[in-house]
Nanobody
């Protein structure tokens, strides 16, 4: 069992930055990948960024060059650094962990970018 606690969301003006954090606890060994998803009002959930245990990353086209995913293995934490935020980034952001054959999800954190 894996528990995920997200933090770092909030309200920011366009052009600003936020850093989301997701701390994992419980059965944190054998984690294959970690990532961030988001769901905006009226839209389906989409993958924002993911990172493997060896550091390989993948980003949605809409955030390439603006967002950076990273992980701190000592702290069992994955981060999403979000720069140059735009109103289209407004969504609930969910942390995701893949361990063995299971997916685990954080509680979600609201990111709101004002014009």
């Amino acid at each position: 069992q894996v528990q995920l606690v997200e933090s770092g969301g909030g309200l920011v003006q366009a052009g600003g930055s936020l850093r989301l954090s997701c701390a994992a606890s419980g059965s944190i060994f054998n984690i294959n990948a970690m990532g961030w998803y988001r769901q905006a009002l009226g839209k389906q959930r989409e993958l924002v960024a993911s990172i493997t245990s060896r550091g390989g990353t993948n980003y949605a086209d809409s955030v390439k060059g603006r967002f950076t995913i990273s992980r701190d293995n000592a702290k069992n934490t994955v981060y999403l650094q979000m720069n140059s935020l735009i109103p289209e980034d407004t969504a609930v952001y969910y942390c995701n962990v893949r361990r063995l054959a299971w997916d685990y999800w954080g509680q979600g954190t609201q990111v709101t970018v004002s014009s």
